[in-house]
């Protein structure tokens, strides 16, 4: 069965300074990989996604994130945080038309 | 904006009771996602629809039941209600269902606070 783990119920990092938010995910078979971006009282808003290809995906207000087949990750990284980069962070693993995973989340504080 | 709606926004009622939640989906998406997120469970996905049909299920209680309707848009209904039910339930909505590719794009949510 396919699984999605976020190691990190929060994580600290002052502005400026580059993030990781990591995920680790578990499929028999290819997986769809996404990150989404949670505000407080707020839906989830979809930030980037790996179908196949180059494993450095570029999403949404400079967040990337890096695919490694081999460590079965899929980390969210950005090169300087904003403090408005605070916010709930999911990764999600889908394969193929199966029901999608959600991990249980990362809460990322961008310290002024 | 997402383009997703759910209506209503908040909703307080009694335990045993009975409450339908609707959701319509972006202009053109034909898939619709349930998930319910509370602070000791996380997001779960519950049902997902593609142009009215039960596409996959998830951790969804025979308490629970979802459709969707001819134009697209889907209720969620939630009977017998407990107080464990006391949640944020999301609705999400993609392009199509036939692959897992398409990300999905979240409604506001309606918070539900049964007492």
């Known amino acids: 069965a396919q699984s999605v783990a976020q190691p990190e119920d929060q994580v600290n990092v002052a502005e400026g300074n580059p993030l990781t938010v990591k995920c680790t995910y578990s499929?028999?078979?290819?997986?769809?990989l996404f990150w989404y971006v949670q505000y407080p009282n707020r839906g989830l808003q979809f930030l980037l996604k790996?179908?196949?290809?180059?494993?450095l995906v570029k999403g949404s207000y400079g967040f990337e994130a890096e695919f490694n087949k081999s460590q079965t990750s899929f980390h969210l990284k950005k090169p300087s945080a904003l403090v408005s980069d605070s916010a709930l962070y999911f990764c999600a693993v889908r394969e193929g038309s199966d029901k999608i995973i959600f991990g249980k989340g990362t809460r990322l504080h961008i310290l002024p | 904006d997402s383009g997703v709606t759910q209506t209503p926004k908040h909703l307080i009622t009694a335990t045993g009771q009975r409450v339908t939640l609707r959701c319509s989906p972006r202009s053109g998406d034909l898939s619709v996602y349930w998930y319910q997120q509370s602070l000791d469970q996380g997001l779960q996905f519950l049902i997902q629809?593609?142009?009215?049909?039960?596409?996959a299920k998830g951790n969804i209680l025979e308490r629970f039941s979802a459709q969707q309707f001819p134009d697209l848009h889907s209720e969620l209904n939630l009977s017998s209600l407990e107080l464990g039910d006391s949640a944020l339930y999301f609705c999400?909505?993609?392009?199509?269902?036939?692959?897992?590719?398409?990300?999905?794009?979240f409604g506001p949510g309606t918070r539900l606070t049964v007492t």
């Open positions: 499929v028999s078979g290819n997986p769809y």
């Open positions: 629809y593609y142009n009215g049909e039960e596409r």
């Open positions: 999400a909505s993609s392009v199509v269902g036939t692959t897992g590719a398409h990300e999905q794009y």
């Open positions: 790996y179908i196949t290809g180059d494993n």
